[in-house]
């Protein structure tokens, strides 16, 4: 009986060990997606028409679009969790902001529809990994 008590406990320590790699494996990559995505929107902000409008809109695209990853990395060092929480839940609302604004570039024709198409995927994706650890972060889930 000891034995086995033993052993679970040893498989259950190993098992959390691999969890908490997992996670800060997930945790570094996520961090790396959304360093590439801003690298991305810059060039793709650079290539942007240079008219009055195109201007206006891609500064708003800019600043919710490199919003993302800044409120991901303050969260990063939150002294909270309710701070934590408020740090992803503002990276949720600038990831649905930034599609909005690609959506009136695309439909102004002031972009390409099949660049903005990867724009507005990979922000769907973000936003879904953003809403699911907050729910899971208030117990919801």
């Known amino acids: 009986m000891k034995r086995t008590d033993e052993h679970r406990k ?5 098992l959390k060990i691999k969890m908490e790699n997992d996670k800060s494996k ?5 961090k790396k997606r959304l360093y590439n995505f801003v690298l991305k929107l810059i060039e793709f902000i650079d ?3 240079k008219d009055n409008v195109s201007r206006r809109i891609g500064d708003q695209l ?3 679009g490199t919003s993302i990853l800044g409120n991901y990395i303050e969260g990063e060092s ?19 902001e930034s599609k909005l604004w690609f959506a009136l570039l695309r439909d102004s024709k002031r972009a390409k529809p099949e ?5 507005l995927k990979e922000l769907d994706e973000i936003a879904n990994i953003f809403a699911s650890s907050i729910l899971t972060l208030k117990g919801k889930r």
């Open 62 to 64: 800019l600043r919710s």
């Open 26 to 30: 997930f945790k570094e990559e996520f």
């Open 115 to 119: 660049e903005v198409a990867w724009f």
């Open 10 to 14: 040893a498989t259950n320590q190993k």
């Open 47 to 49: 290539r942007l028409p």
């Open 78 to 96: 939150a002294s909270s969790k309710k701070d934590f929480i408020n740090y992803f839940n503002t990276s949720l609302k600038s990831a649905n």
